[in-house]
């Protein structure tokens, strides 16, 4: 199919304009405005390698400090975002998966090789961005995700969390996040019918075996549809293995990223 381009305009801590390369179908004579995001940097900017972080629902950039402080990671760009509708992205709650990593376009540059990180919700916002822009994505760490539309149904606390009174007293990230998992059945379905198997680059799904938030069975939903991914179930993990297990998947950063020098 032929790619159509698409010129996006993005401020980090430098001007610079990257070019990038859309499968969606996307006109370049319609100039969509992209929300931009809040960003957390570490490690060499000047590196050929470049690692996105994105985060959960709720959550925000700080949620991967261990990892933009490890020693082990400081010769990589490390690049940790605010979603749109949290930390400091200063933007209503966004609730579309595609929309999400649109507005994440801009981080991707030709010239450095990057790693997508992406736990808990972060995960199919970081497939997605991967399948919108697959020639900028060189590999993805889908850790804890969520992927099986049967599996993301609402559940009863977040009819309830959608409640007039409860939203008096629930915390705004909060009320965000239920925002996110309202819909996150219909979303998925969306992802699932788009075409995995079009991704070649090397992709690692990491789950705990006790995972009681975000189903083990969502990675292997994503395995049947990524033959090529390796999947690592991790005993006595759950969803918090992110936190609870830094040094597992710090090697595993560095493993992807010394396998795509």
């Known amino acids: 199919m032929k790619k159509t381009l698409l010129l996006i305009a993005f401020m980090l801590s430098a001007p610079s304009h990257s070019e990038i390369t859309m499968n969606d179908g996307h006109d370049p004579e319609q100039k969509a405005v992209i929300p931009s995001v809040s960003l957390k940097t570490s490690g060499d900017p000047e590196s050929d390698h ?3 972080f994105i985060h959960g629902s709720p959550g925000n950039k700080e949620a991967y ?12 760009d490390l690049v940790a975002v605010d979603r749109l509708g949290f930390g400091q992205s200063k933007t209503p709650v966004e609730t579309s998966l595609k929309k999400q990593a649109q ?3 801009p981080l991707l540059q030709e010239k450095k090789k990057t790693l997508l990180v992406g736990h808990s919700l972060g995960g ?8 919108l822009a697959p020639d900028y994505v060189d590999s993805l760490l889908l850790i804890a995700s969520a992927f099986d539309p049967k599996l993301e149904a609402p559940k009863w606390y977040n009819y309830m ?3 007039l009174l409860a939203k008096w007293v629930i915390p705004d990230d909060m009320i965000r996040s239920n925002e996110e998992m309202m819909v996150l ?3 998925l379905q969306k992802l699932a019918a788009q075409d995995w198997q079009a991704l070649t680059m090397p992709i690692v799904l990491v789950h705990g075996e006790d995972d009681d938030l975000a189903d083990p069975n969502n990675s292997l939903f994503a395995k049947e549809r990524l033959p090529h991914a390796n999947l690592k179930m991790l005993k006595d993990e759950g969803h918090f293995v992110l936190w609870q297990n830094v040094p597992v998947l710090v090697s595993q950063i560095n493993e992807m990223i010394a396998s795509a020098q």
């Open 50 to 52: 470049r690692i996105i």
């Open 65 to 76: 400090d261990d990892y933009l402080g490890h020693p082990a990671l400081q010769d990589v």
């Open 103 to 105: 507005a994440l376009l």
């Open 124 to 131: 199919p916002i970081a497939l997605q961005l991967a399948l």
């Open 161 to 163: 969390a959608d409640t």
């Open 185 to 187: 059945d219909s979303e």
